[in-house]
């Protein structure tokens, strides 16, 4: 231990007229927390182990149970293929880092089809550098599949939760990652999503009943062969945020439908994910806010800002909607964003790009051919016997996105369907405004009744149509999905980390081929963020979507 001397000089007079110089006791100085790093491995030992190198831990449980919660400590999982990290309910003092010794090279995948991971009244825990995928329980047929837990990963009343630089894929049953019931001030950023189980209600990510949450960085998309499934266009959005845990509570008299009005989920940030290759339903959109039929705003203070969406899935006629019903072949998508029953959402500085609205309804005339960057809704149905319905959607904005059809469909027609699709009595108020908007050289369609639709690219006074300049080949043989090569140790397209994959995205698809491009210096500032999608600081003159163009 380190000690200070203090030394004090007295003069003092003795009999021999001497001076004698005395000293204080040494006072020992306030030790410093010293920082540990435990490490895990398949051949280590929970009973002999100490959780050095040498002689590791055997698995993530124990080792979080046993790291002192105070200190900001350091675990690190050898690599190679471990179960599940079981159920950790530890509360750190201070945040601690659970790392994959080499990113992606340490996989979490339980035998049995358990979650790979749940977390459960957690708190101050960062995991980083996984390899986190769903495994199905086979039965006694040694051919259907189905999990005895639902969720690849699930982060459930927690609080200081971050997942950064993983990989999470193929659930089996139902979503990839629930993050849900409470959990307060959790960032999801930096990861790959794909491959949710392929039903209605399952998604990549379902924020439930969460406060104060980020999901940033990003990249979510569906490949089902690429795991060696079979191809399916059933799954429901990438991502939903709703308050249906609230229904439960309301149900179950818990909690009353009064003291429920202000628990919606809140301040919530998707920002700076890239979106693509859609696999899934005819009603669903890339991103849901609210979904069930409860009579209070189910997502509060949400802003969706600086991404990149993709749409390079497959045109669909309204023939081929009655051909999915024999084959499932055509794969349509009901939109980019949906809204059902939330207030004060703003969509800000995103890019769509693609053959955008692939969906058909009756709504519009069922002519085949319409659809919407952002579908307006609302649920009814009934809460503890007696009919409930969403608010009307309350306080939306819709500014300084980029809404382009960059090529014609194979039918030689533009895709720009409605801007916003729904019944004006499902908004109580909103605005589209400052975005540029571009259909292939084509004119906009405004749906078959402008009057009473919520909100059309009409209404933008300040809107800018022409081509944004964007890469037109949006084939599957341009647009790679980064799936992980446990192999190769490379993702689909030779990126070596998950930001690699992001970057060059954003680059090839997010990215205006020429400073000329009508967004350059057109975003209204008084709505846009002070970095974009790659982090780089906006200047003065501010650039529309999500890209800030830098000098070519």
Not at 68 to 91: A, F
Not at 92 to 121: I, M, S
Not at 181 to 208: K, M, T, W
Not at 449 to 473: R, W, Y
């Amino acid at each position: 231990m380190k000690t200070t001397t203090f030394v004090s000089f007295s003069l003092l007079m003795c009999m021999g007229g001497c001076v004698v110089i005395t000293e204080t006791p040494e006072v020992p100085e306030t030790p410093e927390e010293s920082h540990a790093v435990y490490y895990v491995a398949t051949g280590g030992s929970d009973t002999a182990g100490d959780g050095s190198e040498a002689n590791p831990w055997q698995t993530v449980r124990y080792a979080m149970e046993h790291t002192p919660i105070e200190g900001g400590h350091e675990i690190v999982v050898k690599t190679g293929v471990h179960p599940s990290i079981g159920y950790i309910t530890t509360q750190f003092e201070t945040p601690v880092l659970l790392r994959a010794e080499t990113p992606y090279k340490t996989t979490l995948q339980d035998p049995k089809g358990h979650r790979a991971g749940y977390l459960y009244g957690a708190k101050n825990i960062t995991i980083s550098g996984f390899n986190i995928a769903g495994n199905p329980h086979w039965n006694d047929d040694g051919k259907s599949a189905w999990n005895q837990n639902a969720y690849v990963f699930q982060i459930d009343k927690c609080e200081n939760i971050v997942l950064e630089n993983n990989i999470l894929h193929d659930s089996y049953n139902n979503d990839v990652l629930k993050l849900n019931n409470y959990s307060y001030n959790c960032e999801v950023r930096g990861n790959i999503f794909y491959n949710q189980q392929p039903a209605p209600g399952h998604q990549l990510i379902d924020a439930n009943q969460v406060y104060k949450c980020v999901i940033e960085d990003n990249i979510f998309f569906n490949n089902y062969p690429a795991s060696g499934r079979e191809q399916s266009i059933n799954a429901s959005g990438f991502i939903v945020v709703k308050s249906s845990v609230l229904r439960m509570q309301i149900e179950s008299g818990e909690i009353t439908l009064a003291e429920a009005m202000d628990k919606g989920s809140s301040r919530i940030s998707i920002a700076c994910n890239v979106f693509l290759n859609w696999f899934g339903r005819t009603d669903q959109p890339m991103i849901l806010l609210g979904e069930d039929a409860l009579p209070l705003y189910e997502v509060n203070n949400c802003m969706v800002e600086n991404n990149l969406f993709i749409h390079n899935e497959v045109y669909a006629t309204k023939e081929e909607n009655l051909q999915y019903e024999k084959d499932h072949t055509a794969n349509r998508i009901g939109g980019t964003w949906a809204i059902k029953g939330v207030n004060n959402v703003n969509f800000r500085a995103n890019t769509i790009t693609g053959f955008i609205q692939h969906g058909w309804h009756s709504y519009n005339n069922g002519d085949g051919h319409f659809g919407y960057a952002l579908r307006v809704a609302i649920e009814s149905a009934n809460l503890n016997g007696s009919p409930a319905t969403n608010p009307a959607n309350k306080d939306i904005t819709i500014s300084n996105n980029i809404f382009s059809v960059p090529v014609k469909s194979v039918r030689g027609e533009g895709q720009l369907g409605i801007i916003v699709g729904g019944r004006k009595d499902w908004l109580e108020s909103g605005k589209i405004d400052n975005n540029v908007y571009y259909n292939c050289g084509m004119p906009l369609r405004e749906g078959s009744s402008a009057a009473s639709d919520a909100l059309t690219f009409s209404m933008d006074i300040h809107k800018i149509v022409g081509d944004p300049l964007l890469e037109t080949d949006l084939s599957y043989g341009k647009v790679i999905t980064p799936t992980w090569n446990s192999v190769t140790n490379r993702f689909a397209g030779s990126y070596t980390s998950i930001e690699q994959a992001r970057i060059d995205l954003i680059n090839k698809f997010g990215t205006p081929l020429s400073k000329d491009s009508p967004a350059r210096d057109a975003a209204d500032n008084a709505n846009m963020p002070d970095n974009d999608i790659l982090h780089n600081l906006r200047g003065a003159k501010r650039d529309i979507g999500a890209v800030e163009i830098q000098p070519l």
